[in-house]
């Protein structure tokens, strides 16, 4: 039967239909955004935790865990109907509505968007830090590597970024920031070569590969084991970005089918993500051993220039990765606000606003306000808990097990009528049980590690 995009639901202004023009590449540049952000950072520290065995096992198994929820993700886009042949699905509650009911809208909804305002306040913690770490490095490269550049507080710098965010925000919608995503996969693949090259560069300074087979030794057996289950948290947020798929197929021209393309987007991003994944891992546990930063980049001080230009790259790809998972957010809302208040002047009387660097906008009141409000909010969150690897592991299960796993595995059932018990069926179900026991294991490490961080 003939696919037709005649039956896409009406939305409000944040996601206004258009051609669509993408391409598997563009789609891989979005994947590659939303993926490759902060927690890429923690991975060396992650492996030091888990050991040259376990570490880079778990990254690999969270890259196949990925990549088979984004599949099970690419065959619900479209959901066939008796009346309307095929009807497009454009957000992810759009499928959960159709194929699961109003109950677990809800229930995924405030998953989804707490998941997405997580990771918001993660990428501001990150920015901050990397400001941070360029002006310690100049300091260093200044006064000496004696000199007290203990540089604490980074709230002038979440603030700048927020800043920068305030005004991005007031991008329409998700296909207007298709140079964002762009050049921020442009700024990840920078730095994610430098952390590279300076991990590298140590190893053979050195003179020798540091780490074991265990991974750090000198903690006791109760931190030893909290450790462990946030490295499983920090890996686990360095992957997903199943709340946000269906938003990255919406944007793929037809033929061939949209989820074709989006399997074919997913696999390279996957692989190149993992392949640097691995590397940054990796080389940065060779090079530190037990002493590995939670923050690779934080490690190197020389060459001051090289470890500057690795830390402005980072901020510029935490820009873009921002942008790109809020944007879904701000759809979200402003699509319920649409449908509650239709006749909202609020909402629909729009002004002109020539916003620097970017092409002239028609702003609604609504949009201004809401979105500078949603900065300001996951900014303030970001200044009151700086605490890098903590926060990525309570975030990463948090959103882990229920939009990655547990909705992807009961929508496929529901749409390829999978019957109970059989082979397909039970597999599904133990791959989705056993997810929901790492979740919860990471989720109780990285509490942990928080509150202890929080009260030291």
Known sequence: ???????????????????????????????????????????????????????????????????????????????????????????????????????????????????????????????????RAIQRTNCFHTEGHKAACNYEHTTHFALTFGVIQIVCSQLPNFKSIGWLSITATIMSFSYSSIGLGLGLSKVIENGKIYGSITGVAMVSTAEKAQRICQALGDIVFAYPFSAIQFEI??????????????????????????????????????????????????????PYWLNDFANACVFLHLVGSYQVYSQSHFAFVERWYAQKFPNSVFREGSYIMDVPFIHVNHISLFRLCFRTAYVVTTISIAILFPYFNQVLGILGPLRFWPITIYFPVEMYIVQKKVGAWTRKWVALKMFSSLCLCISIVALIGSIQGLVGQKTS
């Open 1 to 131: 039967m003939e696919m037709t995009d005649k039956q896409e639901p009406l939305i409000a202004d944040a996601q206004v239909r258009c051609k669509r023009t993408g391409d598997a590449w563009t789609a891989t540049a979005h994947i590659i955004t939303a993926v490759v952000g902060s927690g890429v950072l923690s991975l060396a520290w992650c492996v030091a935790q888990l050991g040259w065995i376990a570490g880079p096992l778990a990254i690999l198994g969270f890259a196949v865990i990925t990549l088979i929820s984004s599949y099970l993700l690419a065959d619900c886009c479209r959901s066939p109907n008796s009346e309307k042949g095929h009807i497009r699905h454009i957000t992810y509650i759009d499928a959960i509505d159709f194929n699961l009911g109003k109950k677990s809208v809800w229930i995924c909804g405030l998953v989804q968007q707490l998941g997405i305002c997580g990771t918001a306040i993660a990428y501001t913690i990150t920015s901050a830090m990397c400001l």
């Open 249 to 302: 197929q919406d944007t793929l021209k037809a033929p061939p089918p949209e989820n074709q393309t989006m399997k074919r987007a997913s696999t390279i991003a996957m692989a190149i993500t993992t392949f640097f994944y691995l590397c940054c891992g990796c080389f940065g546990y060779a090079a530190f051993g037990d002493a590995t930063p939670g923050d690779l980049l934080t490690g190197f001080v020389e």
